[in-house]
């Protein structure tokens, strides 16, 4: 079964500076992609960035962009310029590709303070 | 936004009593996901759905029961609710394998007295 970890329960970041959140997944699969979502407190889920694993280079959005080490099974998500509106939880996710596996699969998330 | 919403929004019920939970979109996606979130646990998969009348279990589904008769329609049942049961939950839908991205109604908070 895939699984996926987020090891910061809360991080902290002062307004403008940089960012980086921690996820580690698991799966026997070699095509699949993963996601960040964001929850502020309106708790809307937000679609921040997406990957595709056959894909080498890293997804990028504006301030947001990933670390994406398949071999490692790390995905990472980067926050440049920090802004107050950035505070939230953010989980990172796992969808698979093959039957059985049509599924998102989320850490258990990391909240994030930006701090003024 | 894709359309997707949930009904009822809060609710409280009573130990030992049913409850359905809708999710409704209007997208025409052929994926739906339902989800509870607890602190702590993050987002957790009950049931979900890959198409009408097709359903499978997630990592909580003890409890609960899903059924899709409708493309638009996803509903889930506790069939008798326990006070484990109290969470926020979510639906979700999404156009097809993974080259979207998943859509989220705006969550149900269940409390169950």
């Known amino acids: 079964a895939q699984t996926v970890t987020q090891s910061q329960p809360e991080m902290s970041v002062q307004e403008a500076e940089t960012v980086t959140l921690s996820c580690t997944y698991d799966?026997?699969?070699?095509?699949?992609?993963l996601f960040w979502y964001k929850q502020p407190p309106s708790r809307q889920m937000i679609l921040v960035i997406r990957?595709?694993?056959?894909?080498?280079q890293n997804a990028t959005e504006n301030r947001f962009s990933v670390n994406f080490q398949k071999a490692a099974k790390s995905f990472s998500l980067k926050i440049s310029d920090s802004q107050l509106g950035d505070a939230a939880m953010y989980f990172c996710?796992?969808?698979?590709?093959?039957?059985?596996?049509?599924?998102?699969?989320f850490g258990t998330g990391t909240r994030l303070k930006v701090l003024a | 936004d894709a359309g997707i919403t949930q009904s009822p929004r809060h609710k409280v019920t009573e130990t030992g009593t049913p409850v359905t939970l809708r999710c409704h979109q209007t997208?025409?996606?052929?994926?739906m996901y339902w989800y509870r979130q607890d602190p702590g646990h993050g987002l957790r998969l009950i049931h979900y759905?890959?198409?009408?009348?097709?359903?499978d279990k997630g990592e909580v589904s003890d409890g609960y029961s899903v059924s899709r008769s409708k493309t638009e329609d996803f509903l889930l049942t506790l069939e008798s609710a326990t006070s484990s049961q109290t969470s926020v939950y979510f639906c979700?839908?999404?156009?097809?394998?993974?080259?979207?991205?998943?859509?989220f109604g705006q969550g149900t908070r269940l409390t169950v007295v």
């Open positions: 996710a796992y969808r698979g590709t093959f039957s059985g596996t049509y599924k998102y699969i």
């Open positions: 799966t026997s699969e070699s095509d699949y992609y």
């Open positions: 990957q595709e694993a056959y894909k080498q």
């Open positions: 997208e025409n996606h052929r994926y």
């Open positions: 759905s890959y198409g009408v009348k097709d359903t």
């Open positions: 979700a839908s999404e156009a097809s394998g993974g080259d979207t991205e998943a859509f």
